[in-house]
């Protein structure tokens, strides 16, 4: 072997082991002196092929099958002399290379499947959902925990959920979901598409609805868009998620996620279609972000801790809320939440904390600041009787709510302009309000005046309208905390 090839050889088994995914520049080449073992490396090859091609592979039907053809022959030099060779250029599983159609009707949940079990075993690979291709695909889990870290899906093109009821027989708790990842990012400038109308309708409408067949066996329940379960450093970026036929994304046991320049969109009349969800889950960051729909922008459940949401639009919808905590009387703990810098526009409330009577634990350390309200009935809501029947039992605990300032919240309301609602047997403290001036869209809807009942805090400075109600200082008796609120 020549000096020559002894130093290329070595400079590729170098970067073969420090990047270990994709060997795009060399591999097919060397091929004769040196075989990669993954058996995803033939996949890889594939897709590289049909990049380089400029178009789509669409023939073949399945990459998994066994008849990739031979990596090319050639006696070109095996390194090239200039430039560093493209190892580094992490591996491409295009959807249409396992079978996927795209033609909005083939179901291509398979395609997907197949994708994702090649991607998973490549650190840092990328699934690939071209533009202009409209992908029908069922109910379809993204698992972990055996899979590499770090894995793109790069979503360019539609996906579009089934309407049919068989092909929710799987489940009803999501529509796309992703669990049990390190490193995980959902990009691009393409759409989830829920087409979320067939669950929307009532069972004696004259529409078709899927709720005729499904409503029987499963009330209530509808599946969430797109869901990420224990997950650690989750991205979602640039993408629509529209129409879902209830939650529009959510995060449930997650840590370290960040979600920016995203879009959520479905009509303010849509029940129970929250934008985003978060439960169990820390270190959060949403920002750049609109959203449209029929419940909650964004709602806070509990185990939620450091999170931070900034620049978003909200509207229509039901506001940016923490809660409804406590419910069914359990223990509840959120701390250390950011929301500033948001536009609402026509929602029914602003910023909102809900509780439910008989829970414990508590939620503090809420910071609510430049946030700007047009058109909406209640922008400030603290309510710890949240009930969503006509009447629930009365009962003496409470989440203990404390620590909660709001700065800058300025515009125009419909109905109310502040509701603080709290508990009898604990009140809550440490509630602080600077910069808050709020007035009615027309004069005829000043319909209601600021409530207080028990809260307790500090005005910085003058609000617009004056609140009254509020009680300085802290609340007599202080109430003694037992083991079962202490988060
Ligand atoms: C690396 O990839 C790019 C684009 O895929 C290609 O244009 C270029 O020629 C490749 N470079 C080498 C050294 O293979
Ligand atoms: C988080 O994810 C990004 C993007 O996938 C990755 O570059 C980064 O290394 C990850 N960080 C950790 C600590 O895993
Ligand atoms: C936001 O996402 C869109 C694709 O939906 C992309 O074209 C745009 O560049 C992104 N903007 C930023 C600031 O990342
Ligand atoms: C959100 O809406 C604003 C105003 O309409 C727009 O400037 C911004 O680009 C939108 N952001 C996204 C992520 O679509
Ligand atoms: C406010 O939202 C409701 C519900 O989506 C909608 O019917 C109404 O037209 C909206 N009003 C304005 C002024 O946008
Ligand atoms: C609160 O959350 C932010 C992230 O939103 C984080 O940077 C900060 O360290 C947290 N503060 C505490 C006291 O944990
Ligand atoms: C709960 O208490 C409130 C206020 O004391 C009272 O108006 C209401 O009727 C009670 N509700 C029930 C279900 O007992």
């Known amino acids: 072997m020549s000096v020559y090839r002894l130093k290329c050889?070595?400079?590729?088994?170098?970067?073969?082991?420090?990047?270990?995914?994709?060997l795009d520049g060399c591999e097919?080449?060397?091929?004769?002196?040196?075989?990669?073992?993954?058996?995803s490396s033939s996949l890889a090859r594939k897709k590289t092929r049909g990049k380089s091609g400029g178009g789509?592979?669409?023939?073949?039907?399945?990459?998994?099958?066994?008849?990739?053809?031979?990596?090319?022959?050639?006696?070109?030099?095996?390194?090239?002399?200039?430039?560093?060779?493209?190892?580094?250029?992490?591996?491409?599983?295009?959807v249409l290379d396992f079978g996927a159609k795209g033609d909005g009707v083939t179901d291509d949940t398979k395609a997907f499947e197949d994708a994702w079990a090649a991607a998973c075993k490549v650190e840092g690979s990328t699934v690939f959902v071209p533009a202009e291709f409209e992908f029908l695909v069922g109910p379809i889990s993204f698992s972990g925990p055996y899979c590499q870290p770090n894995i793109v899906f790069q979503l360019d093109g539609m996906v579009i959920a089934p309407t049919d009821a068989k092909d929710w027989s799987v489940g009803l708790l999501w529509w796309i979901e992703f669990t049990k990842l390190r490193?995980?990012?959902?990009?691009?400038?393409?759409?989830?598409?829920g087409r979320g109308s067939v669950w929307w309708t009532n069972t004696n409408s004259d529409v078709d609805s899927i709720n005729d067949e499904l409503s029987l066996r499963t009330p209530q329940m509808k599946p969430t868009a797109l869901r990420f379960y224990g997950s650690y450093n989750v991205?979602?970026?640039?993408?629509?998620?529209?129409?879902?036929?209830?939650?529009?994304?959510?995060?449930?046991?997650?840590?370290?996620?960040?979600?920016f320049n995203v879009t959520i969109a479905s009509p303010g009349s849509s029940p129970n279609t929250d934008g985003i969800h978060l439960q169990n889950s820390r270190d959060v960051m949403i920002h750049h972000t609109n959203m449209s729909c029929?419940?909650?922008?964004?709602?806070?459940?509990?185990?939620?801790?450091?999170?931070?949401?900034?620049?978003?639009?909200?509207?229509?919808?039901?506001?940016?809320?923490?809660?409804?905590?406590?419910?069914?009387?359990?223990?509840a703990c959120v701390s250390n939440i950011t929301v500033r810098d948001v536009n609402m526009h026509n929602?029914?409330?602003?910023?909102?904390?809900?509780?439910?009577?008989?829970?414990?634990?508590?939620?503090?350390?809420?910071?609510?600041?430049?946030?700007?309200?047009?058109?909406?009935?209640?922008?400030?809501?603290?309510?710890q009787f949240y009930c969503d029947k006509s009447s629930c039992k009365n009962q003496t605990s409470a989440v203990a709510l404390s620590g909660i300032a709001y700065e800058n919240i300025k515009g125009t309301y419909t109905v109310k302009p502040v509701h603080f609602a709290c508990s009898d047997t604990s009140p809550c403290s440490d509630i602080s309000l600077t910069g808050v001036e709020l007035k009615p869209l027309?004069?005829?809807?000043?319909?209601?005046?600021?409530?207080?009942?028990?809260?307790?805090?500090?005005l910085y400075t003058p609000t617009i309208p004056p609140i009254v109600c509020l009680q300085n200082g802290k609340p007599a008796g202080n109430r003694i905390l037992s083991d079962r609120d202490v988060c």
């Not at 490193?183 to 598409?193: A, D, F, L, V």
């Not at 027309?442 to 500090?458: K, N």
């Open 347 to 383: 929602t029914t409330t602003g910023v909102r904390i809900k509780t439910w009577q008989g829970g414990s634990g508590s939620a503090q350390s809420i910071r609510f600041s430049n946030i700007r309200v047009t058109e909406v009935q209640t922008p400030i809501v603290i309510d």
């Open 235 to 259: 991205t979602v970026t640039g993408i629509t998620i529209q129409n879902s036929p209830q939650c529009h994304l959510k995060f449930d046991n997650c840590e370290a996620v960040q979600v």
């Open 294 to 331: 029929g419940d909650d922008c964004v709602s806070i459940q509990t185990g939620c801790s450091n999170v931070n949401i900034h620049s978003v639009d909200c509207g229509p919808g039901h506001g940016i809320s923490i809660g409804g905590l406590g419910r069914d009387n359990t223990k």
């Open 183 to 193: 490193g995980i990012t959902i990009r691009g400038s393409g759409t989830i598409e």
């Open 442 to 458: 027309q004069e005829q809807y000043h319909m209601y005046q600021p409530f207080c009942w028990q809260t307790f805090g500090e």
């Open 9 to 22: 050889f070595g400079l590729l088994l170098l970067l073969v082991l420090l990047v270990c995914s994709s």
């Open 56 to 94: 789509h592979n669409h023939g073949g039907g399945g990459g998994s099958g066994g008849h990739t053809s031979p990596p090319p022959s050639s006696n070109q030099s095996p390194c090239p002399v200039t430039g560093s060779p493209n190892a580094s250029k992490p591996a491409m599983f295009d």
């Open 28 to 39: 097919g080449r060397k091929g004769k002196h040196w075989r990669r073992k993954s058996p």
